[in-house]
């Protein structure tokens, strides 16, 4: 990689916490500034606008964050339990990115503003919840999920579930939210999606 391109990657990591915990309009250049030890120039060198860093910056926050809850599940041999491990990884590996969900942070921060980054906030979702079904999907197929079972539904439970539970935690300081989730989802793919042996 060349020393422009490490530079450039470097802004993007520093920037990253910036963004997700301050949003767009709150992250200020002096912000920016201060965690990359670049003056203003340095910084616009590397990037045509503010939006374009956040926009980077937000595609950075998220792949960490998704990798983390995805770790490790494609050794997971049964769909209900990969399943189940992705709910496990959610709640014990959040904190990835400082300022929580950079999925859950941006779709707030941008609801009504900045069309870009509100745009990687729904591509990134729908990634999410296309890699959510794909795992429904294949137990279908394998039958260690009911067969009737609507993967779209189900991914958007789970997510929502999640992303909620995230939501009142970071609100309420508390980690019980994530805990009743959790037991909920893990006892709902138990009774009512993993397929019964006949």
Aim: include cysteine; hydrophobic fraction near 40%; proline fraction near 3%.
């Amino acid at each position: 990689m060349r020393k422009g391109e490490q530079t450039r990657q470097e802004i993007i990591r520093k920037a990253a916490p910036i963004f997700n915990q301050k949003g767009y309009d709150g992250a200020a250049l002096s912000d920016l500034m201060r965690a990359t030890g670049l003056e203003k120039g340095g910084i616009y060198r590397h990037f045509a606008s503010k939006e374009e860093l956040a926009a980077e910056a937000f595609d950075y926050a998220w792949r960490e964050t998704l990798e983390a809850r995805i770790h490790d599940l494609d050794s997971i041999a049964n769909s209900v339990d990969r399943l189940k491990q992705l709910v496990v990884n959610f709640v014990e590996r959040r904190g990835i990115i400082p300022g929580g969900c950079p999925l859950l942070n941006t779709a707030i921060d941008t609801d009504d503003g900045n069309s870009v980054l509100r745009e990687r906030a729904r591509s990134a979702l729908g990634g999410w919840r296309d890699y959510v079904v794909s795992i429904i999907r294949t137990g279908i197929r394998a039958r260690e999920i009911r067969p009737r079972t609507d993967a779209k539904k189900l991914a958007t439970l789970i997510i929502s579930s999640l992303e909620g539970a995230i939501m009142v935690y970071r609100l309420e300081r508390d980690e019980e939210p994530l805990r009743a989730v959790r037991a909920h989802l893990d006892n709902y793919l138990e009774t009512e999606v993993r397929a019964r042996s006949k």
